[in-house]
T-cell receptor, first 112, second 116 residues
């Protein structure tokens, strides 16, 4: 089955700096790659996603890049703000599948 | 995306009792819902896939007699933790698949279960 590895597990950045989180996956049949933000005591919220036919997608300060050949995708947050502090999860989904496979999560702390 | 309401947000129950968690899709008819369990500082672990009008599909290692799932309507799925024990204490999260394509998963706000 699919295996998703996420790095780093914790990330501390200064406000205004950029944060990058990387996920690698094993199943070449995966074709949908969402990123979720989870704040303490809440459920995950989708912040951005990308499909396998696209290499990069951007939404204001957040971007995701996908390298299908190398089987990895990354989340980029620019101009970080304290409210970006949360746990971020990557996930994958196969074309004919129904179940998301999650990475282990990255705890991001943005220091003011 | 869909609006998913999960209730209660927190519950404390005594060992040996049962507790029910509700997941409602407020604006979307959900044929498929998912139940996850999350331990502190860990990722989400899929417990089961809830299918409207049929039996839930449980992941390997999840006791179906302990975690009863009912999806009797297109807007409501329930998870009942039966004969709860302290080790069942966890954060339970539901999710609704809102599209038939390869996207559209909306999560509930989660339920913190503490068994004392």
């Amino acid at each position: 089955g699919e295996n998703v590895e996420q790095h780093p597990s914790t990330l501390s950045v200064q406000e205004g700096d950029s944060a990058v989180i990387k996920c690698t996956y094993s199943d070449s049949a995966s074709n949908y790659f969402p990123w979720y933000k989870q704040e303490l005591g809440k459920g995950p919220q989708l912040i951005i996603d990308i499909r396998s036919n696209v290499g990069e997608k951007k939404d204001q300060r957040i971007a995701v890049t996908l390298n299908k050949t190398a089987k990895h995708f990354s989340l980029h947050i620019t101009e970080t703000q304290p409210e970006d502090s949360a746990v971020y999860f990557c996930a994958t989904l196969k074309a004919a599948g129904n179940k998301l496979t999650f990475g282990g999560g990255t705890r991001v702390l943005v220091k003011p | 995306g869909a609006v998913v309401s999960q209730h209660p947000s927190r519950v404390i129950c005594k060992s040996g009792t049962s507790v029910k968690i509700e997941c409602r899709s407020l604006d979307f008819q959900a044929t498929t819902m998912f139940w996850y369990r999350q331990f502190p500082k860990q990722s989400l672990m899929l417990m089961a896939t809830s299918n409207e009008g049929s039996k839930a599909t449980y992941e390997q290692g999840v006791e179906k007699d302990k975690f009863l799932i009912n999806h009797a309507s297109l807007t409501l799925s329930t998870l009942t933790v039966t004969s709860a024990h302290p080790e069942d204490s966890s954060f339970y999260i539901c999710s609704v698949k809102t599209y038939t394509g390869a996207d559209g998963y909306t999560f509930g706000s989660g339920t913190r279960l503490t068994v004392v």
